[in-house]
């Protein structure tokens, strides 16, 4: 009975998903470019052609790892300030506890271009915020210094931002597992010998596990932030992640089939998260 309920969603999701999926699927296996996208050439079959040119590409592989250390860091990230926060809310009055998360809320709800155009002008060479407080302060160097022309400042700035906004969900997921946690039950465990740590790390590691990986789902895919605040990628492509290098090949370099090839890998890549997360939450049903 359960599944004709379900049935509608599902069909729902397939005609939105299935057909634009099965269509980058097919273009990655062609030599598509804009010749063939305006009908001036044919299109010439090449299989896994696309693929094995892109595993073969050095560049490919350094944008990967770049990628991966990326959504890392801002998983990480994430992941520190929200159970932080989380643990101080808990020892909290009402009032400071509601102000914390109504800006947590606000951040997780400000659109991805308007907080990356916030950041950068915060940021700006010659007119940002924090620049100008750092030379107050007397950090020498600070006065208009670059932070997107070095490439590990523009990914560690970025990052900041990725995290700002990333953060209230890892917040919210924990703190609902901290007072989730009945007192007779945090009774019973000590009396049974348990102590503070194996208790908290009992019932919220589950709560953790699915956090991490959603966060890892959402960073590893993150296009928006890197576009805007890099400018496409950086000085000679030097802060490209994957989402972006696909739509660089794609639109930029008019190379379609090259572009959803790489889409395709991404989307397999996420596709192994997702199944991980979905045992994740299988696990926890069956905790709890």
Known sequence: MALLYLAPTALLLVAMMGYPLYQLVQISLYEYGQAQASGGAPLEFLGAGNYLELLGDAEFWTILLQTCVFAAVCVLGSLAVGIGLAVLATRTAPLPRMLLFLAAIGAWATPAVAGSTVWLFLFDQ??????????????SGADGMSWTYDKYLAFGLVAAEVIWCSFPFVLVTTYAGFTGIPGEVVEAAALDGASAWRTARSVLLPVLVIATIQSIIWDFKVFTQIYVMTNGGGVAGQN???????????FAASNYGMGSAIGVVMTALLLVITLLHLRAQRGNEVLA
């Not at 010659?126 to 950090?139: C, H, K, Q, V």
């Not at 490209?240 to 794609?250: C, G, I, K, R, S």
């Open 126 to 139: 010659d007119f940002g915020l924090i620049n100008e407080a750092l030379t107050g302060i007397g950090i």
């Open 240 to 250: 490209m992640v994957l989402n972006v290098y696909a739509y660089q090949e794609a």
